[in-house]
């Protein structure tokens, strides 16, 4: 059974720092995409960041470019979420989800719980 | 990377055929066949429900169909049931390893 349990999220003021885990089992994690999808209180999905099932390619939507950093140690199964500069526009529950190819996100096939990262003074 | 339009909510009534829209642009729905669609329950992750435009995964009931036509995207429900009330989100690809969602619509079960 595929399970992604995401980890790491809290409570951060604007400007700071937060690293996000996510624990995965079920499947051979090296050979699948990964990416973290977030959804603010109320709001929609929005497509955060991509990995390939290597590492060697990441991708990120334009409102994280610079600020967040994706990676994995396929040793340990899991996926990381490097958040810097943290805003306000921020707070999200943020998923970690499964592509179901090694190299290209086009879809997501399994989900985790989500964390919860609130920016806020 | 500008979100695809999907109308924000609609309704029906149990036993009826459902319809959502999702639309996007050239660069996205238009030039790929990888629209997939998501349910969220309140409180609850997102599940995939079709991909790659028509495909269902394992396990969803084949009262969920896509298709699509030029730019836009669609989900149908038939045979509405009262559990299928939820959030519904289209995605699609977008190029270069990225994807981008609409906007969600919530259908009520009336």
């Known amino acids: 059974e595929v399970q992604l349990l995401e980890s790491g999220g809290g409570l951060v003021q604007p400007g700071g720092s937060l690293r996000l885990s996510c624990a995965a089992s079920g499947f051979t994690f090296s050979t699948y995409a990964m990416s973290w999808v977030r959804q603010a209180p109320g709001k929609g999905l929005e497509w955060v960041s991509a990995?390939?099932?290597?590492?060697?390619?990441?991708y990120y939507a334009d409102s994280v470019k610079g600020r967040f950093t994706i990676s994995r140690d396929n040793s340990k199964n899991t996926l990381y979420l490097q958040m810097n500069n943290l805003r306000a526009e921020d707070t999200a529950v943020y998923y970690c989800?499964?592509?179901?190819?090694?190299?290209?996100?086009?879809?997501?096939?399994?989900w985790g719980q989500g964390t919860l990262v609130t920016v806020s003074s | 990377q500008s979100a695809l339009t999907q109308p924000a909510s609609v309704s029906g009534s149990p036993g009826q055929s459902i319809t959502f829209s999702c639309t996007g642009t050239s660069s996205d729905v238009g030039s790929y066949n990888l629209v997939s669609w998501y349910q969220q329950h309140p409180g609850k992750a997102p599940k995939l429900m079709i991909y790659?435009?028509?495909k269902r995964p394992s396990g969803v009931s084949n009262r969920f169909s896509g298709s699509k036509s030029g730019n836009t995207a669609s989900l149908t429900i038939s045979g509405l049931q009262a559990e299928d009330e939820a959030d519904y989100y289209c995605?699609?690809?977008?190029?270069?390893?990225?994807?981008?969602f609409g906007g969600g619509t919530k259908l009520t079960v009336l």
């Open positions: 995605c699609s690809y977008a190029g270069s390893s990225t994807v981008v």
């Open positions: 989800a499964k592509a179901p190819a090694m190299t290209t996100v086009t879809s997501f096939d399994y």
């Open positions: 790659e435009g028509s």
């Open positions: 990995i390939s099932g290597s590492g060697g390619s990441t």
